[in-house]
């Protein structure tokens, strides 16, 4: 079993900037990959960014240049700094895992509340 834990969610204006971080229970070298989605009132919760064992990386196209997506292997954290955050980056943002036999796992969400 593999346990996420969000942080770094919370208000912030227009324009501004965050950085999210999902500790990992185990090693990250264990898993096949990892990614940030997030969900929005009333909508579908939606990929943001992923990074991949090997260390690709793939986002959103409405987060392409704002949003980049790392990873502290010796910390076992994966991160999602997020610049120039507009009102529609408003959500609940989910930390995921995938490990080697493709089982799924969730954080429980961090919010992220963008406006003035």
């Known amino acids: 079993q593999v346990q996420l834990v969000e942080s770094g969610g919370g208000l912030v204006q227009p324009g501004g900037s965050l950085r999210l971080s999902c500790a990992v229970s185990?090693?990250?070298?264990?898993?096949?990959?990892t990614a940030w989605y997030r969900q929005a009132p009333g909508k579908q919760r939606e990929l943001v960014a992923g990074i991949t064992k090997s260390g690709s990386t793939n986002y959103a196209d409405s987060v392409k240049g704002r949003f980049t997506i790392s990873r502290d292997n010796a910390k076992n954290t994966v991160y999602l700094q997020m610049i120039s955050l507009k009102p529609e980056d408003t959500a609940v943002y989910y930390c995921n895992a995938v490990d080697s036999l493709l089982n799924r796992f969730w954080g429980q969400g961090t919010q992220v509340t963008v406006s003035s």
């Open positions: 185990i090693s990250i070298f264990g898993l096949s990959a």
